[in-house]
């Protein structure tokens, strides 16, 4: 599932064309914490779940993947 979490931010990402630096200042997280999700090298929290379902519009369950 993680790799679909991966695809989804990245998705959105493009969809809003926004960067990593920007999401980053929006979320009130650090822009390396998107780097490691977007590498594959951390998953992101419950917490970060529920900001970048908030910032984009989307529910959690999209964002992992549980729903279309």
């Known amino acids: 599932m993680k790799i679909l979490v991966v695809e989804r931010i990245k ?10 630096y ?3 200042k929006k ?3 650090s822009q390396s914490t ?3 999700w ?3 090298k951390k998953e992101p ?3 970060s779940l529920w900001k970048l379902a908030d910032y984009f519009g989307e529910s959690v ?4 993947g549980r729903e279309k």
């Open 45 to 47: 929290s419950i917490e």
């Open 27 to 29: 979320l009130g997280i």
């Open 34 to 36: 998107i780097c490691n």
């Open 22 to 24: 920007a999401l980053a």
């Open 11 to 20: 998705y959105l990402m493009d969809a809003e064309d926004i960067s990593q």
């Open 61 to 64: 369950d999209y964002i992992i």
């Open 38 to 40: 977007l590498n594959g």
